[in-house]
């Protein structure tokens, strides 16, 4: 008897996955046994106008706008490339700044997956707890920018804004409490079968898998790859603020829930130690020239490491601009794990990738 093969789309219009990719499983029975994916849905022309419609001093504003959840790392990994094509320094004030509100953005971008982690668990509730408790670090990073999403924070020489002795009072407030709360978060996904345990095994990257297929940030740490951009900075002060690398060995969906909990922890940390020991300067200064010649430079965001290529001849527009995104890169992997699942499993594999479409169809 010939086995029966059902092609079953996921995407791009599903509950468990409104963003522009699509992904089509090959399944017999309930497992799916092979795996379509196709990212080509949307394309903004977002790195075309950054070399026809805007000057290269004006590109950290554009490309905040590839992502909403990312928006700060997308801005600060354009502008520190042109900084090194230009004349100037950065005070150590504005890099701690900088580094803040990176920071910020790492963990409220990582509450949002964790929410919907429980959603598709069926922990509607805990989804509503978890978007709650992210609100104050939204409001820290609107107070810190003038901004509540995108963030027109970061200019080329600095910050747009300093922090007022207030404004640092809040934010050791509100990261107080909210580490009191993630504690009690990695309790109940530690212990709850429903919601976290009997995801052991499910969705699982090897190692070995993840180095082959280039797994990037939470997704590879969770698979116990030691790769993370910021112990490799030297142009940001991670080394001074507490930064420690998380990774687990599992690989599956328990693994990336907990690494992200206790990356939430450590960027908590990290930014209590930015707020008590801010260096004394300016917040921005003037950078001479424009930009000339090649620079690639790459920061962890969220998903992973983000990598900024930029080229410019001395003009005011610049010759090229090349975006490589984490969700991109990781697709590879993405596609690997859903082999060898079952169906029913998918929306919490999917969830737990934490992919960002907006980000790959820039």
């Known amino acids: 008897m010939s086995k029966k093969i059902v092609q079953i789309p996921l995407g791009s219009q599903h509950i468990s996955l409104l963003e522009p990719v699509k992904f089509k499983f ?4 309930e497992k799916i046994i092979d795996v379509d994916s196709d990212v080509g849905f949307v394309h903004r022309g977002i790195e075309r106008a950054c070399t026809t419609k805007f000057k290269y001093d004006k590109i950290a504003y554009v490309v905040a706008r590839v992502c909403g959840l990312c928006a700060i790392t997308h801005s600060l990994t354009y502008t520190m490339s042109a900084e090194s094509l230009l004349e100037g320094e950065v005070s150590m004030k504005a890099k701690y700044l900088r580094v803040l509100m990176v920071e910020l953005d790492r963990i409220h971008s990582h509450m949002l997956c964790l929410s919907h982690v429980s959603e598709n668990a069926g922990y509607e509730a805990l989804f509503m707890q978890i978007m709650g408790d992210r609100e104050p670090i939204m409001n820290l990073q609107e107070k810190i920018s003038g901004n509540r999403v995108q963030f027109d924070y970061i200019d080329i020489g600095g910050v747009n804004r300093d ?3 207030s404004v640092e009072d809040d934010i050791k407030v509100s990261l107080k409490e909210l580490r009191g709360k993630i504690e009690d978060l990695i309790n109940e996904f530690e212990n709850n079968y429903t919601l976290s345990l009997r995801f052991k095994g499910i969705g699982a990257l090897s190692l070995k898998e993840a180095q082959e297929f280039n797994a990037l940030g939470p997704i590879a740490r969770a ?3 030691v790769t993370d951009v910021r112990s490799e900075s030297n142009d940001l002060p991670y080394s001074e603020i507490g930064f420690k690398i998380v990774t687990s060995s599992g690989g599956d969906i328990y693994a990336r829930n907990m690494v992200r909990l206790h990356e939430i922890l450590n960027s908590i940390t990290m930014c209590e130690n930015i707020v008590s020991g801010i260096p ?8 001479k020239g424009k930009p000339n010649g090649e620079a690639l430079f790459r920061l962890e ?5 983000l990598m900024y290529y930029v080229k410019g001849s001395s003009k005011p527009m610049l010759d090229r601009l090349r975006i490589k995104t984490p969700t991109f890169a990781s697709i590879p ?7 060898g699942q079952e169906y029913a499993n998918a929306p919490a594999i999917l969830a737990s990738f934490d992919p960002c479409m907006s980000c790959t169809a820039k």
Not at 26 to 29: A, F, H, Q, T
């Open 163 to 165: 922090i007022s002795l």
């Open 280 to 287: 004394e300067g300016e917040i921005k200064t003037k950078f």
């Open 26 to 29: 090959s399944c017999e029975n």
């Open 223 to 225: 698979a116990g790859l």
């Open 333 to 339: 992997a993405f596609v690997e794990i859903f082999k």
């Open 301 to 305: 965001a969220p998903r992973g490491e």
